[in-house]
């Protein structure tokens, strides 16, 4: 089985700045996309960042400029640094990764989540 668990949520100020990590541990072969998500109250589920494999990133437009993924593959880990918070970047944010099985096959797996709150 596989699991992503994230860290480094929490409170800070509007125009702060926070890191969020995401480890993969489990039978991996190989993980391709790695993607971070956000979840405010009362609202969907939307595409903050994204990594793939390569190295391709892509951004949503309200994070652009100031949010950065990256990822360690060797540590089977992505990143997600945060700055010039804003409160409305107020969400649970969720790890997601596409991971491959020695057979080819691809799976998705979500993280928990880790609770971001900006403060104005």
């Known amino acids: 089985q596989v699991q992503l668990v994230e860290s480094g949520g929490g409170l800070v100020q509007a125009g702060g700045s926070l890191r969020l990590s995401c480890a993969a541990s489990?039978?991996?072969?190989?993980?391709?996309?790695m993607s971070w998500h956000r979840q405010a109250p009362g609202k969907q589920r939307e595409l903050v960042a994204a990594s793939s494999s390569s190295g391709t990133t892509t951004y949503a437009d309200s994070v652009k400029g100031r949010f950065t993924i990256s990822r360690d593959n060797a540590k089977k880990t992505v990143y997600l640094q945060m700055a010039s918070l804003k409160p409305e970047d107020t969400a649970v944010y969720y790890c997601?990764?596409?991971?491959?099985?020695?057979?080819?096959?691809?799976?998705?797996?979500w993280g928990q989540g880790t609770q971001v709150t900006v403060s104005s």
């Open positions: 997601y990764a596409q991971i491959q099985t020695e057979l080819g096959y691809e799976y998705g797996y």
């Open positions: 489990g039978r991996i072969f190989r993980i391709n996309l």
